[in-house]
């Protein structure tokens, strides 16, 4: 009778401790929790109750037996350990951390990301209108971008209960996200990491840089976006970081227009006329920054014009052995490149971009006074540059010719940064530019692909107008899939984790306990 006693105390206490387990974390808010709590806690009194009516004597003579002593123990642990939950629970609430485990940080921040968001001097006002107030994944995107800085400020609105605010910012749809920075003001209907980046950028930065991409010379189109060759993706890319694209043919002008930040040299398959050399010249000699993308046998005449700044472009295409199954080692046009020099282009810039039908581009400053150039990309050790081009293009073949050719690693990009006053220029300032020995580095089919071309693209151009916090790696537009429960399902699975298997277990290893005693 004693130990049947025994058993029911503990039972007892069992369920209270449960039913106040689940009002802590619950709060009683919806009905199931009410009825759980209800029913643990009455059956739990009940219990203690008919464990008390026992007597005194019979209390003396338990609390005295070994085997209370025993489950004493065990219950006083199993208290502590609950309360070390609690208080950790409690203190991780007041002072969170996220750590992100996962190998490509699908649930962190992009370090552009961060870095744009810790530059903010000013608040930044951020009204998300979702269905209902409510939407945990745009929520949680929000504090992921606010822990990195005091002056984010978000707040989901339900566009039916605040119409007034809706109307006041011209919201037409559910998952509209209005920014406000300072008096600039933009709206986003389609809430991603990318798309909520490049809107911080466009309402933080009202001075926009233009960027002009030279014409004329049969060069790839900047509107473009649909083929293959196209450098659409990249005026795309440009126009979301707000940057303003133009072309310019500079065969009509006398000179590169003022307001350019950046010219753009990209793949001209026909030759630039003197007038049109000068120019760009005379652009470079007065502090212009210049981007060169000169692939293979095309831009002959910009090999002695890029040696005065210190940049060599090999008469050579890159050439890498690759494996393919069942077919042994064959040639590869292009390159895969995952060897990066130490610039603040490439800051740490660890990820693959890819570089079809590319040329070597090899930093030449030595001896030349104030040209600092720094070769960004190499290629694997397995590549060469391949001089004997009649023979790759006509006949396919390539062999390392080791007096000819140029053995692998093979720099593919150099950028220079030239002190014009020691070069004896007569305007003192800075002149930047960044060469690479490909144009498809930057075309449609590999700007948005796989690989990070984009990323080391953009952070050239940020480099070359100097936005340092532009030179980081970007969003991706596909982030990790997640599994998204309704109210019903995430409840079911913290009774199901938390209180009833756990009671149940106990409660059955209470039941083993009384039997082998």
């Known amino acids: 009778m004693r130990r049947s006693n025994s058993l029911l105390g503990l039972i007892g206490l069992v369920l209270i401790l449960f039913a106040g387990v689940a009002a802590i974390f619950t709060r009683a808010q919806a009905t199931v929790d009410q009825i759980y709590i209800a029913v643990n806690g009455l059956f739990g009194v009940f219990a203690l109750i008919a464990y008390l009516s026992a007597g005194v004597e019979n ?8 085997s209370t002593k025993y489950g004493a123990n065990v219950f006083v642990g199993s208290a502590i350990f609950i309360a070390v939950l609690m208080i950790l629970n409690y203190l991780s609430a007041r002072h969170s951390h996220r750590f992100d485990m996962t190998e490509q940080g699908v649930y962190s921040l992009s370090p552009q990301s961060a870095n744009i968001v810790k530059g903010l001097e000013k608040e930044l006002k951020i009204d998300a209108f979702v269905e209902g107030g409510v939407n945990p994944e745009l929520r949680e995107l929000l504090e992921t971008y606010a822990t990195h800085s005091p002056n984010f400020k978000f707040q989901l609105v339900d566009p039916d ?8 910012y011209q919201i037409k749809a559910y998952n509209t996200v209005h920014l406000e920075y300072d008096k600039e003001q933009t709206t986003v209907s389609q809430p991603t990491e990318e798309n909520l980046t490049n809107a911080i950028i466009k309402v933080t930065r009202t001075t926009k840089k233009i960027v002009c ?4 010379h049969g060069e790839p189109d900047i509107d473009d976006a649909q083929g293959p060759k196209g450098l659409g993706s990249f005026k ?6 707000n940057y303003e694209v133009k072309k310019v043919l500079l065969a009509s002008m006398e000179s590169i227009p003022a307001d350019c930040s950046i010219v753009v040299v990209a793949g001209p398959e026909k030759s630039y006329q003197d007038s049109e050399l000068t120019a760009l010249g005379k652009f470079m000699d007065n502090a212009g920054h210049v981007l060169f993308l000169i692939g293979p046998r095309e831009g002959a005449q910009f090999e002695p014009f890029l040696a005065k700044w210190g940049v060599k472009l090999g008469n050579d295409v890159v050439v890498d ?3 393919r199954l069942f077919q042994g080692p064959a040639l590869g046009l292009s390159p895969l490149v995952n060897t990066y ?3 603040d282009i490439t800051r740490d810039f660890k990820q693959r971009t890819i570089f079809p039908m590319s040329r070597s581009v090899k930093s030449d400053t030595t001896g030349k006074n104030g040209l600092q150039g720094v070769e960004l990309a190499k290629t694997s050790a397995s590549s060469w540059g391949e001089t004997d081009l009649d023979g790759l293009f006509q006949r396919s073949e390539a062999t390392l010719d080791a007096n000819a050719d140029t053995k692998g690693p093979v720099p593919i990009a150099v950028a220079v940064d030239a002190n014009l006053k020691q070069m004896g220029k007569e305007k ?6 960044v060469v690479f020995g490909s144009v498809e580095f930057a075309a449609n089919r590999e700007f948005e692909g796989t ?3 984009r990323d080391l693209a953009m952070n050239s151009v940020g480099w070359l107008v100097g936005q340092a916090d532009l030179v980081s790696v970007r969003p991706r537009a596909i982030r990790a899939s997640r599994a998204t429960f309704s109210p019903e399902q995430f409840t079911v699975i913290f009774y199901l984790s938390v209180l009833l298997i756990p009671q149940m277990l106990l409660l059955a290893g209470l039941a083993v306990w009384w039997r082998r005693e």
């Open 428 to 433: 003192d300032g800075s002149e930047r530019l």
């Open 59 to 66: 209390i003396r003579a338990v609390v005295t037996d070994r």
């Open 341 to 343: 020099g130490t610039h």
């Open 236 to 241: 795309q890319a440009l126009s979301n970081e």
């Open 161 to 168: 209960k605040q119409p007034e605010l809706a109307e006041r």
């Open 213 to 216: 991409f030279i014409e004329g």
């Open 321 to 323: 052995q690759v494996l």
């Open 451 to 453: 690989y990070y071309n």
